[in-house]
Each structure stands twice: as structure tokens, then as C-alpha cells.
């Protein structure tokens, strides 16, 4: 593990260097997305797109996918991720749609697609670079702490704190309470991979998922044993972690 503390206003130029090399190395690149919060307030989609507009990231090749997705509401709901990555990235940027992967939020049967999202991936070859978010409570895709964690894709429940904001279905629909989510195997086989985990909010479980012992109760920790990984803190949300730890951008 590879752990950078920097200032917030740095993530977007780190976070798009390693994008832009990987595109420029291999065009047809697997790229692996996320949704949450990190990606806007810290502009690393924003960043993609200038790039891209500035003729310096070319998607025209690449396939991206995303982990998870809601359960159980329309694909072109306001708040399926699906339409989170079209309106913040996938609409300005030069991606074929036919290249964007990410589960189905309204399938017929959602453990079929749980396979056929599996195939998918394994048929891609694989994530190259995934970006990836630390949930509060050691989450990450959608793998909530539990006693034993699948390694292909699932049906995951969701954890109350977890679910989207009431106010979002104000529409009548029921708010989801549960996801589909990649499961262990995914995260283990990418490449490469980038967590993004910012803010005094996440300096416990940055802890406790990058010291910790390794545990399905905190799905993150699991990273620790993955060969190519890099996670970007901020002063805050490092202030747990002994100094010999991290090095400082
Ligand atoms: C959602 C996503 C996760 C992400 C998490 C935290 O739950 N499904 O993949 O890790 O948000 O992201 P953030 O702290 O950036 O909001």
C-alpha cells in the first residue's frame, strides 16, 4: 500500500495524471469508476472532462464500469448511479455508451445479472484502474461489514446510514434498501487501484482499514493485500495513522 497525504486541492491533479498515463498506455483501458460524494467536491470528474476537452484524455477506446448500482428503482431514476455517472462525466467526455458497465438498478432477476455483470468483467479482462471511495463504516463498492463477503457479485443489504436521502422519492417509489455490488474477487483482480478517503469523518476507519487486521467486518481491509494499491488522505483524515506510514505530497 502506497499512502499519500495532500492537500484536497491536489487529488484532482494526482487522480488525473494516473488516468491519463493509464489511457495513454493502453488505449482500451478497463477503467473503473465510483460514485459518493469524493469524486465532485474534489473535481476529479471535472478534471477527466477538461482534460478530455483539452484533446489530453482520450476515452473514444476505453470501457468503464462501475462497481455497484441501487436495487430496485429505474435505471433513469435521478438517483440510480448510473444516472450519477452520465450527468457528471459519461455525457462530456468521449466514451462510447456502448462502453459504460455498470448493473442493471431494475433487472427482471437481479441474481442473473449479478452474473451476467460477472461475465461482463471477466470478459472485459478485468479492471485496469479503479477509483475507488471508503465508506464511514469500512465499505467499499457496495460491500457492507458482514460475517462472510461473496466473492462474485451480490445482492447486498444495505446499512440504514447507507441508503439514499428519503427526500429523493418524493416520487412514491420506496427508497432502496438494497444494492448490487461487485464482491471481493473484482477488487482483488484489478490492477490497479486508487482510494480516495478525505475529511476528520474518515480517520478512524482509515485506521482501522489500513492497520486493522484483515477482516470482512471492515471490507476495506482487504486492501492491504492487494498488490497495486494507492490510497490518497488529507491531513484530517490521516491524523490516526503513525507518520512512518504515509509520505506527505
Ligand atoms: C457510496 C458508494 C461507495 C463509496 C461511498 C463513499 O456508498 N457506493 O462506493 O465508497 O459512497 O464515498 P464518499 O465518501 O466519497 O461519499
Known amino acids: 500500500m502506497n499512502i499519500i497525504v495532500m492537500k484536497p486541492e491536489q487529488i484532482r491533479k494526482y487522480v488525473g ?9 493502453i488505449p482500451h483501458s478497463v477503467l473503473g469508476m465510483t460514485t459518493g460524494s ?21 476515452f473514444s477506446e476505453a470501457a468503464i464500469v462501475n462497481p455497484d448500482e441501487l436495487l430496485g428503482i429505474p435505471q433513469d431514476h435521478p ?11 459519461f455525457n462530456d467526455i468521449n466514451v462510447n455508451p456502448l462502453n459504460t458497465h455498470i448493473p442493471d438498478s431494475d433487472p427482471e432477476n437481479p441474481e442473473d445479472e449479478c452474473k451476467k455483470f460477472d461475465e461482463l468483467i471477466d470478459k472485459l479482462g478485468g479492471v485496469d484502474l479503479q477509483l475507488m471511495g471508503l465508506g464511514e463504516n469500512g465499505h467499499i463498492a457496495f460491500m457492507e461489514p458482514k460475517e ?4 462474485s457479485t451480490y445482492v447486498v443489504d444495505l446499512e440504514e446510514q447507507n441508503r439514499p436521502a428519503a427526500d429523493a422519492f418524493a416520487d412514491g417509489l420506496e ?6 455490488t461487485v464482491g471481493l474477487r473484482y477488487v482483488m483482480k484489478a490492477r490497479a487501484i486508487i482510494v480516495v478517503a478525505i475529511g476528520a469523518s474518515k ?29 490518497i488522505l488529507d491531513e484530517e483524515s490521516a491524523k490516526e495513522l503513525p507518520e512512518e506510514l504515509y509520505q506527505v505530497l
Open 79 to 89: 438517483e440510480t448511479y448510473r444516472t450519477y455517472m452520465k450527468e457528471h462525466l
Open 17 to 25: 495524471d494516473r488516468f491519463q498515463a493509464q489511457l495513454k498506455e
Open 203 to 231: 480517520a478512524s476507519i482509515v485506521k482501522e482499514a489500513f492497520t486493522g487486521p484483515v477482516t470482512t467486518k471492515v471490507p476495506a481491509t482487504f486492501l492491504q493485500l492487494h498488490p497495486n494499491v494507492t490510497i
Open 148 to 151: 462472510a463477503i461473496p466473492a
Open 175 to 180: 427508497v432502496p434498501k438494497q444494492a448490487i
Open 38 to 58: 469524493s469524486p465532485l467536491k474534489f473535481g476529479i470528474y471535472d478534471e477527466f472532462i477538461k482534460r478530455g476537452q483539452a484533446g489530453n484524455m482520450d
